[in-house]
Nanobody
Framework: QVQLVESGGGLAQPGGSLRLSCAAS????????MSWARQAAGKGLEWVAG????????WYGDSVKGRFTVSRDNPKNTLSLQMDSLKPEDTALYFC????????????????WGQGAQVTVSS
């Protein structure tokens, strides 16, 4: 069955960096677009980034553009999100998501979600 397991969350200071990973299994990862979303406490879901199965097309949400970088390692079935220049408003539960097709959509259609990884940015 499809499994998406996030890791790498934690506490960072403003201006700092964190890297999230999502280990995928149960489907052909290299043929599948993936996305990251986040949800802050008491707020709605916000799309962070999406990437094609072959990494040809990548998009970012306006609030993270220029600070976050999404990437994937298809042989290792791993999706990553490098988060730099973190701000307190980046504090949220971050989810990786499996899209149904090889090309990412904006906003994405999601077939499966990971369980989430908490990112807290505070001094």
């Amino acid at each position: 069955q499809v499994q998406l397991v996030e890791s790498g969350g934690g506490l960072a200071q403003p201006g700092g960096s964190l890297r999230l990973s999502c280990a995928a299994s149960g489907f052909t990862f290299s043929n599948t677009a993936m996305s990251w979303a986040r949800q802050a406490a008491g707020k709605g879901l916000e799309w962070v980034a999406g990437i094609d199965g072959n990494s040809r097309n990548i998009w970012y949400g306006d609030s993270v553009k220029g600070r976050f970088t999404v990437s994937r390692d298809n042989p290792k079935n791993t999706l990553s999100l490098q988060m730099d220049s973190l701000k307190p408003e980046d504090t949220a539960l971050y989810f990786c998501a499996k899209e149904p097709f090889s090309s990412t959509m904006r906003p994405p259609t999601v077939e499966y979600w990971g369980q989430g990884a908490q990112v807290t940015v505070s001094s």
